[in-house]
């Protein structure tokens, strides 16, 4: 039954496995991401909208305390004023405080966080009711109530501190046992991935083995059927086991096979009989030998010109090597350019240098001016403590002053390095400036090159005037060609008695679907060497009756001008080849040109493909063929 299945069928039942596969990984990678998502969003928000602004307020009610520190002391130096300012802004601080509890109570809280929640509002309401008392007698003046509440008031900060870390001790454990969650989640969702993976693999496997075995391998199958009917072997036996798409694969070779068998058995008949029509062709060519004799001259007037041509190329090629030289000048001028530029990238790496150099003084410049920063706060501080008796900032200013010197001296080195740096910049200037006028020398040594090409452009003109010359041998050339027109017309009668054969393989070749481009003539010359010995015999008379020529080359050009006419199919690929047969136009086989042209114009392809196999002479034909298209 598997052998029978539709290769579409094959194919959609593995995508649907793939498919099902990777929906099924996908869905529990979604899962298993969800699930953690989840549980890190709950983490993130225990600790940026809990334990972030509980700590706030904590810090909040602490400063308003300071502050009501720094208004009793600013209130026993006699600053009255500043005392009342600095206890408003306590007051603020301490309504701060509530709001950002206010805000934290409406966040979502975690399971189990009531009670804690509980004793955090009890402490901060003991806490804020000691820090309004203190305020108002600070208002009141009454500075020995202030000083009495401080146990208090340090007794409440205490415990308001343990209740935050109480609440935030609990919100650390809880996150922790969501972290956990969240790690066995992540484990179960790798596992479970893991082996979906497998299976997907194994169903990969399978499906490689099921398809290789149902599609791949008959395909093979197939390929060297082809191959062999390609190569012309119709003798191997085909077998169609299926009624799939393969089956009908098969099946149509078959039928292809047999069809090939039958139209080549019909073509080797027709061409056995064209062979005959070829020798009568042969007959009448031989005489256009004698024309190429006048080709000949016209060929030697033509050798001379190209001697004219070798004498003007020769010149050019001077003319080259002086360009050459120009060349090597300009490229030694570059070298001299490429130094300066050398020159210039050393003297910026030198800036460089200075460079790293100032980012380090002034690394130190922000150290000092650090350090400077703790120092005056120190100052201030000690300001504050002592009163107008600080005799610490004396000794805090003198070390501020010395801290100003280091600054003073790093600035100088930095001022130097600048100016260094400056110089160098000039430095690299003058370089730049070198380097173009090297490029100027370039372009000098350039315009010479041209020059020198503008004298060759002057001998090619010389090598057009040679080409003319040529193009008027060629004319003459051309005119004898004209005078083989008649002994054309003559081949044309002898190809009329071979058109009723090559109507018969036309209809045997008609069943093929070629492209027009396509060389159907191929299997021509197989059954041309298969048949080589037969036709040798047969036109031996042909030479036989042209050996009482007066010049040895004149049975070659009666022997020729059989397969001469053979690569009529194909006369555009032949039209390349002119060129390697040109040094023989003096020969025997030169006389045999003027065929091929001719006969294309006045007959067609089909009658031309059968007269390749003429006689045993067709070997040396070629050469002969092509130098005739050249012309």
Known sequence: MLVNLKVRTCIVLVLLLFTGAMFISNGVAWMGLNSSNDKLEQINNAYSDQAVPLNRAYTVFLRARLLLSTSLMDMQQGKTEQATQQAKRSDGLMQDAFKMMDAFRKTPQLPGTEPLLQAVDAALKEYDSVLKRQSAALASMAIQDYLNLNDAASNVNTKFREAVDAYLGFIDKRTDELAAQAEVDHKISRTVTI????????????????????????????????????????????????????????????????????????????????????????????????????????????????????????????????????????????????????????????????????????????????????????????????????????????????????????????????????????????????????????????????????????ASEEQSSGIDQVNRAVSQMDEVTQQNAALVEEAAAAAGSLQEQAQRLAEAVAVFKINAGGVIDVPARQLAQQRSAPRVAASAPAPEAQAAAPAAPAPKASAEPEPAAAPKPAPAPRLAQPARAKPTANSGATAARPLRRPVVKTSDATDAKPLKPASAAARRAPPADDDWESF
């Open 195 to 458: 082996a979906l993976l497998a299976i997907a693999l194994l169903l990969a496997v399978g499906c490689w083995v099921f398809i290789s075995r149902t599609v791949l391998r008959p395909l093979h199958e197939a390929s060297d059927h082809f191959e062999k009917i390609s190569g012309g072997d119709f003798t191997g036996r085909i077998e169609v086991r299926s009624t799939n798409e393969i089956g009908q694969l098969f099946a149509a070779i078959k039928r292809m096979q047999e069809s090939l068998t039958r139209t080549v058995a019909s073509v080797r008949r027709g061409v056995d009989e064209i062979n005959v029509g070829s020798r009568e062709i042969s007959a009448g060519n031989t005489d256009l030998s004698s024309r190429t004799e006048q080709q000949a001259a016209s060929l030697e007037e033509t050798a001379a010109s190209m001697e004219q041509l070798a004498s003007t190329v020769k010149q050019n090629a001077d003319n080259a090597r002086q360009a050459n030289q120009l060349a090597a000048s300009a490229s030694d001028v570059a070298e001299r350019g490429g130094s300066a530029v050398a020159e210039v990238v050393s003297t910026m790496q030198g800036i460089s240098a200075s460079s790293r150099k100032i980012s380090e003084i002034v690394s130190v410049i922000d150290g000092i001016a650090f350090q400077t920063n703790i120092l005056a706060l120190n100052a201030a501080v000690e300001a504050a403590r002592a009163g107008e008796q600080g005799k610490g900032f004396a000794v805090v200013a003198g070390e501020v002053r010395s801290l100003a010197q280091r600054s003073a001296q790093a600035a100088k080195e930095i001022k130097g390095l600048i100016e260094d740096s400056v110089s160098k910049v000039g430095a690299g200037s003058q370089q730049v400036e070198r380097a173009g006028a090297t490029m100027q020398e370039i372009v000098s040594s350039v315009k010479r090159v041209t020059d020198i090409m503008g004298e060759i452009s002057a």
